[in-house]
C-alpha cells in the first residue's frame, strides 16, 4: 500500500547540507588505515577527504556533518571548524568498531532537519557529476561493471527505482551499481528516521542503511529518481587494489588546496601524504595486478547514546 505522499515543492528544495559517513576503521585498506581514517588516505597526492570536499565546494554546499569514529581525532584536526566554506559539525559514533552504516546515518538523526546529501568517505569522482544530485530524493547510480561488487537497483518504466538488489550480480542492462551517493528531502528522512529508530531499537546495529532504503522502495513508501554517474569518472575505495585502480580513474581532476581553519594550505595533507609514502617505499603496500580504472580545535561536536543495553557513559542532549 502506497504510504508516501509527495508535498509540492519537494523537488524543488535545492540541497546545500552534506552528510559524511566516515566512522569506519577501513581494515581492508589496512596498513594505511592504521594510522589514519580512511578518507585521509591519498590518492594521486590527494587524499579523498580534500576530494570530497572540493566537490561540495564547487557546487555551494553550506554545511557539512561527519559521523567519526576510527581515528577520529585525525579528521578533527584536518578539517577544524570550517573548511571550503562549509561550517562542519562533527558527530561521535562510540560503537564505530562493532556498528556499521546504518548507525552512523541514525546517529545523524537530531543534527540535521533539512533536506540533505549522503555520501559514504571512500568515494572519488568527477564533482560536475554532482550536478544532478543536487535536488531531493535522488540516487547515484552507475552502469554495472565486472569489478563492481555490492548492492544494485534496478529502474522501473517511469524511471523511478524499482528494487535494491544484494547477493550475486546479474550483469544486464537492467541492473544499475549504487554509487552510495543520495539525496534526501526533509519528507523522506523523516520517515527513514522511523525506520532506523526500529532496527536501532532491535539491536540491529551491524547493517546497512540499504536495508532500510530497500524495504521502503519494496512498500511503494520512497521514491529514488536515478542519477546516472560515469563509470569511468569515479570509484569506490574499499582496498589496495582499489586504491591502485582509483588512481587510473580518467575523470579525476587536481582540485586546488581547500581553505580551512589553518588557512589555504593544510600542513596535515603533508603529514599524512609522507606516511603514505614511506609505507610505499617500505614495501607495506605493493601494487596490485588489477588495471581497472596538530593543532586541538573546538568544533560543534553531538554527543550521542550508545543501545540502551551498552554501558559506555555518553550523554545524548
Known amino acids: 500500500m502506497k504510504i508516501r505522499t509527495i508535498h509540492p515543492g519537494v523537488e524543488n528544495e535545492r540541497v546545500s547540507t552534506a552528510l559524511l559517513l566516515a566512522a569506519g576503521t577501513g581494515s581492508r585498506l589496512s596498513p594505511l588505515t592504521d594510522l589514519t581514517p580512511k578518507c585521509l588516505v591519498p590518492v594521486n597526492e590527494i587524499s579523498i577527504l580534500d576530494r570530497l570536499i572540493h566537490s561540495l565546494q564547487v ?28 561550517e562542519i559539525t562533527y558527530i561521535t559514533s562510540p560503537l ?16 540535521i532537519h533539512e533536506p540533505f546529501l549522503l555520501i559514504e568517505s571512500d568515494l ?9 544530485m543536487l535536488y531531493p ?18 529502474i522501473n518504466n517511469r524511471q523511478k527505482i524499482e528494487a535494491f538488489h544484494s547477493g550475486a550480480h546479474k550483469h544486464d542492462d537492467k541492473h544499475y551499481k549504487t554509487v552510495n551517493i543520495y539525496s534526501l528531502s526533509t519528507i523522506t528522512w523523516q520517515l527513514v528516521r ?29 521514491s529514488f529518481t536515478p542519477v546516472f554517474f560515469d563509470a569511468n569518472s569515479w570509484y569506490e575505495i574499499d ?11 580518467c575523470g579525476l581532476p587536481h582540485p586546488p588546496a581547500i581553505t580551512t581553519d589553518f588557512g589555504a594550505s593544510n600542513p596535515k595533507s ?18 596490485s595486478s588489477r588495471h581497472h580504472p ?24
Request: hydrophobic share 40%; net charge positive; aromatic share 8%.
Open 137 to 154: 530524493d535522488r540516487i547515484a547510480v552507475a552502469k554495472l561493471q565486472p569489478w563492481m561488487n555490492g548492492t544494485t537497483v534496478t
Open 194 to 222: 522511523e525506520r532506523l529508530d526500529r532496527h536501532i531499537s532491535n539491536n540491529m546495529v551491524d547493517g546497512y542503511y540499504e536495508t532500510v532504503f530497500a524495504d521502503m522502495v519494496n512498500e511503494d513508501c520512497l
Open 270 to 287: 603533508q603529514s599524512y601524504l609522507q606516511t603514505f609514502k614511506r609505507l610505499k617505499t617500505t614495501g607495506r603496500i605493493k601494487r
Open 294 to 317: 596538530d593543532r586541538k580545535v573546538s568544533a560543534p561536536i553531538i554527543p550521542d547514546l550508545p543501545l540502551p543495553q551498552q554501558s559506555i557513559n555518553f550523554t545524548d542532549k
Open 96 to 111: 564505530y568498531k562493532t556498528t556499521n552504516n546504518i548507525y552512523s546515518l541514525w546517529l545523524a538523526r537530531k543534527a
Open 239 to 249: 582496498n589496495i587494489a582499489d586504491l591502485r585502480a582509483a588512481e587510473q580513474v
Open 124 to 132: 572519488v569522482f568527477d564533482p560536475d557529476m554532482l550536478k544532478n
Open 59 to 86: 557546487h555551494n554546499f553550506k554545511r557539512l556533518v561527519i559521523v567519526v569514529g576510527h581515528k577520529a581525532d585525525c579528521i578533527r584536526n584536518f578539517l577544524g571548524t570550517r573548511a571550503g566554506g562549509m
